[in-house]
């Protein structure tokens, strides 16, 4: 790669790193800090901390000030360069979130408020599902450039070094979890606990989709007494690769063979007919598939 390449390769990734700071900016001030809404990150425990302190403490500054000995730490699990991009990203989101603080909290009085003009109270709950949605979109395109904003989303991409079975939503779930305990003691209100866990609820299933797809591909395990007709036939039709794996029956102890083949959600139904078209008998098992890479498939689950 050319050094011009390289150089535009960082300015794409610091570009969308602070375009996903900023959206996620606009969730905190807009949507979340005006209701007491902790969704769970140094976010929410920087709100908290916002309301105990009658606002002398800055919410921005606040989650900076916090994240330092977390950079100490990622610094040495993660390694230089990712370290680089999230200190970047927790530097332009404390600053977009301080900086716009004023406009952003006077921008939700007069949209939100205007257009619950007819209600008695402010629609909370519309509001934290709103917000963790923005959230999960800024926070998804940050992590999708190697990078975080630093608080629970930096712990959470630490231990999916470890529990690697564990998606980053899942692990922020449960990082997430003390911080909106925290909120409720601290507000001394469990519907707004419940508002934070909506929120954070809607955050975590956006990243997820952000990260790791929604348009999952179907891993398909066929077991049946004709596997190279079943095989040829979708070869033929379908344009998609089947591996044959040799299998045992545990009962009969006959040997079997196990085709394998991974194929677009769409095309299931057509897998379906052409197994049952040539054996009614066969044992087929599908399985969600969140990421696929080789032929046929470019790093998504999809055609």
Do not use: H
């Not at 900076?64 to 990203?89: E, H």
């Not at 509001?127 to 999708?144: H, P």
């Not at 139904?269 to 599908?286: G, H, L, M, R, T």
């Amino acid at each position: 790669m050319s050094k011009l390449k390289k150089v535009l390769a960082l300015l794409k990734v610091y570009t969308f790193i602070t375009i996903g700071a900023a959206i996620t900016a606009l969730a905190i001030n807009v949507f979340l800090v005006p209701y007491k809404i902790a969704p769970g990150g140094l976010s929410g425990l920087a709100t908290v901390l916002f309301y105990l302190s009658s606002g002398k403490l800055p919410v921005g500054t606040t989650m900076l000030a916090i994240n330092i000995p977390l950079f100490i730490l990622g610094y040495k699990l993660i390694g230089r360069s990712f370290f680089i991009r999230t200190l970047y990203g927790t530097i332009v989101l404390s600053a977009i979130i301080d900086i716009t603080e004023s406009y952003s909290v006077n921008f939700a009085k007069r949209l939100l408020i205007n257009a619950d003009s007819t209600a008695s109270t402010p629609d909370i709950l519309l509001y934290s599902i709103i917000g963790g949605f923005i959230m999960g979109i800024g926070v998804g395109i940050v992590l999708k450039m190697e990078a975080t904003t630093g608080g629970t989303e930096l712990i959470a991409k630490l231990l999916n070094k470890t529990f690697k079975g564990m998606t980053i939503g899942q692990l922020l779930l449960w990082t997430d979890a003390v911080v909106i305990l925290f909120a409720i003691i601290a507000f001394d209100s469990m519907l707004i606990g419940l508002y934070s866990l909506v929120s954070l609820f809607v955050t975590i299933k956006v990243i997820d989709a952000m990260v790791e797809g929604i348009d999952y591909a179907r891993a398909i395990f066929i077991i049946s007494e004709y596997p190279d007709k079943i095989s040829k036939e979708i070869l033929t039709s379908l344009d998609r690769g089947v591996t044959e794996l040799s299998g045992k029956g545990s009962y009969t102890g006959n040997s079997k063979n196990v085709l394998l083949c991974v194929v677009d959600r769409t095309q299931v139904q057509e897998v379906k007919k052409i197994v049952q078209s040539i054996d009614k008998n066969a044992f087929i098992i599908f399985a969600d598939v969140r990421e696929v890479l080789g032929e046929g498939f470019n790093g998504v689950a999809k055609k």
